[in-house]
């Protein structure tokens, strides 16, 4: 079994690369990668404020999710702190791309994909489940399938449910929180009761 993990690491870490490579992703520290894209949808309206349009670029992020798998064994409050520490990090390295690199300069929100609710308690993300379809269907079997590969503890791959999360994250929340971060407790088994998120704009 644990050969096979191997195996399965390996193919995944070679996946992760030639996709950052591919997409021409920057790395932001030990959890995150970013990209740039046109956001495609209806317009949002979140909670600082910030009201996002229609094909208005946004910062794709990237986690690291076979990183973020691959925290350690414990309790879910010692890799909660672990998690934080990490994240922390890698925002703070947003936080300076977002405001000195001419190619993110203009970008005013954040969005990413992965499945630990506890991100909305970091630094301001707002999220909710992804919605139903064959991308939550994909997403959800690879998450299990990293969690499975990369998990050092038995116990941590048996209570991870790989339920992919929209997370949005604006400047203005990244800038007014970055000071405030702190570690903090992974919580109680992976629900967050203080979830946030976009709203629609009224048409």
């Given amino acids: ?6 195996l399965v690491r390996t193919a995944l870490e070679r996946v992760d690369r030639w996709y950052y490579r ?10 995150l990668h970013l990209g ?6 209806p317009a949002l309206r979140f909670e600082d404020g910030t009201v996002l349009q229609d094909r208005a670029p946004i910062g794709r992020l ?22 934080a ?6 925002l703070r390295q947003l936080a300076e791309c977002a405001s000195r690199d001419p190619a993110f300069r203009d970008i005013e929100v954040f969005q990413g994909v992965t499945w630990i609710p506890d991100h909305g308690r970091v630094v301001g993300f707002e999220s909710r489940p992804l919605p139903s379809g064959w991308r ?3 997403l959800a079997g690879h998450f299990r399938l990293l969690m499975w590969a990369f998990a050092p503890a038995a116990q941590t791959r048996a209570r991870v449910r790989g339920e992919p999360r929209i997370y949005w994250l604006t400047r203005t929340a990244l800038t ?17 009761r203080a979830t946030r998120r976009p709203t629609p704009l009224s048409t």
């Avoid at 520490?85 to 890698?90: D, E, G, I, N, Y």
């Fill in 1 to 6: 079994m644990e050969h096979a993990r191997r």
């Fill in 22 to 31: 591919w997409y021409g992703l920057r790395s932001l520290g030990p959890v």
């Fill in 36 to 41: 740039r894209v046109r956001y495609r949808g």
């Fill in 62 to 83: 990237h986690f690291n999710n076979a990183q973020i798998a691959a925290i350690g064994e414990g309790s879910l409050q010692r890799t909660g702190f672990r998690f």
């Fill in 85 to 90: 520490k990490l994240m922390r990090q890698s």
């Fill in 136 to 138: 939550k269907w994909l």
């Fill in 176 to 192: 007014r929180n970055l000071g405030k971060l702190k570690p903090e407790p992974a919580g109680d088994g992976g629900i967050d």
